[in-house]
T-cell receptor
Framework: KQEVTQIPAALSVPEGENLVLNCSFT??????LQWFRQDPGKGLTSLLL?????REQTSGRLNASLDKSSGRSTLYIAASQPGDSATYLC?????????????FGTGTKLQVIP | DGGITQSPKYLFRKEGQNVTLSCEQN?????MYWYRQDPGQGLRLIYY???????QKGDIAEGYSVSREKKESFPLTVTSAQKNPTAFYLC???????????????FGPGTRLLVL
């Protein structure tokens, strides 16, 4: 059974700092890995999608890396801003009986202090 | 604007009552999903549908039912058999793994269900 762990559960940083969020998964036979952002009481917004054949993806100040063999992914946020405050979730997917089974981590709650 | 809508935003359920959560998408996606989110836990899959008139149980389907009569709609009913229904419910859609393409899932804004 796939398990996805995110450490730390919560993180507080001053504005302008670069930071790294971690995600680990137990079953390396994945199709892709996604990083999502969730604001309080809201749905999830997809930030980056990394296919299993890729090593990283970049979007603006965000960079996500994937090391499938070791079961790890990191989300790097450069020059953090108060607007980055949210919960960040990682999710891995694999083919399970013909459908995309997605397993989510419990998230890292980020607070960027002005 | 294309997207996924969920209604209502808040829903209150009385003891022994069935309630239905709405999920509609105009993205022309084949696949739709229902997840439940509890504090301190990751999202857990309740039901999914790969195509109209077809749906499958997820990891925690007991006490829930769904239908997929239209491509755009995937309503979730929380039945009286679900003993702990208080949670945040999220609906999602994707292009469709039926085609063998593992694409990103797009999420609705969620419905918070509370028990009176």
């Amino acid at each position: 059974k796939q398990e996805v762990t995110q450490i730390p559960a919560a993180l507080s940083v001053p504005e302008g700092e670069n930071l790294v969020l971690n995600c680990s998964f137990t079953d390396s036979a994945i199709y892709n890995l996604q990083w999502f952002r969730q604001d309080p009481g809201k749905g999830l917004t997809s930030l980056l999608l990394i296919q299993s054949s890729q090593r990283e993806q970049t979007s603006g100040r965000l960079n996500a890396s994937l090391d499938k063999s070791s079961g790890r992914s990191t989300l790097y946020i450069a020059a953090s801003q108060p607007g980055d405050s949210a919960t960040y979730l990682c999710a891995v997917s694999k083919n399970s009986g013909g459908y995309q089974k997605v397993t989510f981590g419990t998230g890292t709650k980020l607070q960027v202090i002005p | 604007d294309g997207g996924i809508t969920q209604s209502p935003k808040y829903l209150f359920r009385k003891e022994g009552q069935n309630v239905t959560l709405s999920c509609e998408q105009n993205l022309n996606h084949d696949a739709m999903y229902w997840y439940r989110q509890d504090p301190g836990q990751g999202l857990r899959l309740i039901y999914y549908s790969q195509i109209v008139n077809d749906f499958q149980k997820g990891d925690i389907a007991e006490g829930y039912s769904v239908s997929r009569e239209k491509k755009e709609s995937f309503p979730l009913t929380v039945t009286s058999a679900q003993k702990n229904p208080t949670a945040f419910y999220l609906c999602a859609s994707s292009i469709g793994s039926v085609r063998g393409v593992m694409e990103t899932q797009y999420f609705g804004p969620g419905t918070r269900l509370l028990v009176l």
